[in-house]
T-cell receptor
Framework: DAGVIQSPRHEVTEMGQEVTLRCKPI?????LFWYRQTMMRGLELLIY????????DSGMPEDRFSAKMPNASFSTLKIQPSEPRDSAVYFC????????????FGPGTRLTVL | DAKTTQPPSMDCAEGRAANLPCNHS???????VYWYRQIHSQGPQYIIH???NNETNEMASLIITEDRKSSTLILPHATLRDTAVYYC????????????FGRGTSLIVHP
């Protein structure tokens, strides 16, 4: 398996623009997670899905952030409108089965909002 | 959910064992101890996990104290490529518990 795939790897945009980050989890994994990492706040969980259904989005910063998982092999994290404080590395991870299963992380998307 | 406490940084000489401690004094009986590491600019990588017994795999060993209030990750022969941030996490079995990554320990392996 190719592992968790994220695109793009780098994104530079201007304040106010819409940004869409994409993730393909490992085939057969039931859980998908979106994290954000900054120097100030470390690695934060934004939202996670189980069998394509959002389970907990309490980590989503505000209404400008939204996430979808239309099928088992694809998820998006959208920021509209983007702001400079959204600049961070966004990671997607997936895991199989229960909450004790190992999470496998993608390479991340480095987002810079000017 | 149990919280963990780790030293912010450690260093180790190449070829020596690196022993990374973690305190999880509020861990409950059904919570596992997980270790991940994050090499600069990459996504976190799973290393090892355990419940009560000590565990070993090709990457590391995990020693959990009998009262389960603390654990130690051991990299038996550290290399420069082991320089990374190491996260100790406790996770429940079942339910919807999702791990919280703290600040971890920044391990620097020097020549």
């Amino acid at each position: 398996d190719a592992g968790v795939i994220q695109s793009p790897r780098h994104e530079v945009t201007e304040m106010g623009q819409e940004v869409t980050l994409r993730c393909k989890p490992i085939s057969g994994h039931d859980y998908l997670f979106w994290y954000r990492q900054t120097m100030m706040r470390g690695l934060e969980l934004l939202i996670y899905f189980n069998n394509n259904v959002p389970i907990d989005d309490s980590g989503m910063p505000e209404d400008r952030f939204s996430a979808k998982m239309p099928n088992a092999s694809f998820s998006t994290l959208k920021i509209q409108p983007s702001e400079p404080r959204d600049s961070a590395v966004y990671f997607c991870a997936s895991s199989q089965g229960t909450a004790t299963d190992t999470q496998y992380f993608g390479p991340g998307t480095r987002l810079t909002v000017l | 959910d149990a919280k963990t406490t780790q030293p912010p940084s450690m260093d180790c000489a190449e070829g020596r064992a690196a022993n990374l401690p973690c305190n999880h004094s509020t861990i409950s009986g059904n919570e596992y101890v997980y270790w991940y590491r994050q090499i600069h600019s990459q996504g976190p990588q799973y290393i090892i996990h355990g419940l009560k017994n000590n565990e070993t795999n090709e990457m590391a060993s995990l020693i959990i104290t009998e009262d389960r209030k603390s654990s130690t990750l051991i990299l038996p022969h550290a290399t420069l490529r082991d320089t990374a941030v190491y996260y100790c996490i406790v996770r429940g079995s079942g339910g919807s518990y999702i791990p919280t990554f703290g600040r971890g320990t920044s391990l620097i392996v020097h020549p």
